[in-house]
């Protein structure tokens, strides 16, 4: 049974950097690639960021530069640093497989806000 648990969000303000963090369990990050989502009100949900088996990362254009997507097998953590934050990066944050799986975890919210 696959669970995704976020963590790590918060009330920065712009230009602040932050760190979420996803425990995984029943994902395997050999085979499947991962990623992180936001969703912010009002809007769809949005893929920010993949990471790859071979641990290639991709970015949406609006974080490039700024996100960075990693993981760590021996700890099935699946890590978002994000750095410079804009106000338009406010949202819940999801970790999730990419394409991601029918259910989700809980989120963890980032507020940017000055």
């Known amino acids: 049974q696959v669970q995704l648990v976020e963590s790590g969000g918060g009330l920065v303000q712009p230009g602040d950097s932050l760190t979420l963090s996803c425990a995984v369990s029943?994902?395997?990050?050999?085979?499947?690639?991962m990623g992180w989502y936001r969703q912010a009100p009002g809007k769809q949900r949005e893929l920010v960021a993949t990471?790859?088996?071979?641990?290639?990362?991709y970015y949406t254009t609006s974080v490039k530069g700024r996100f960075t997507i990693s993981r760590d097998t021996a700890k099935n953590t699946v890590d978002l640093q994000m750095n410079s934050l804009k106000r338009e990066d406010t949202a819940a944050y999801y970790c999730?497989?990419?394409?991601?799986?029918?259910?989700w975890g809980q989120g963890t919210q980032v507020t940017v806000s000055s």
């Open positions: 990471i790859i088996s071979n641990g290639n990362t």
């Open positions: 029943g994902i395997i990050f050999s085979t499947d690639a």
């Open positions: 999730n497989k990419n394409p991601p799986l029918s259910s």
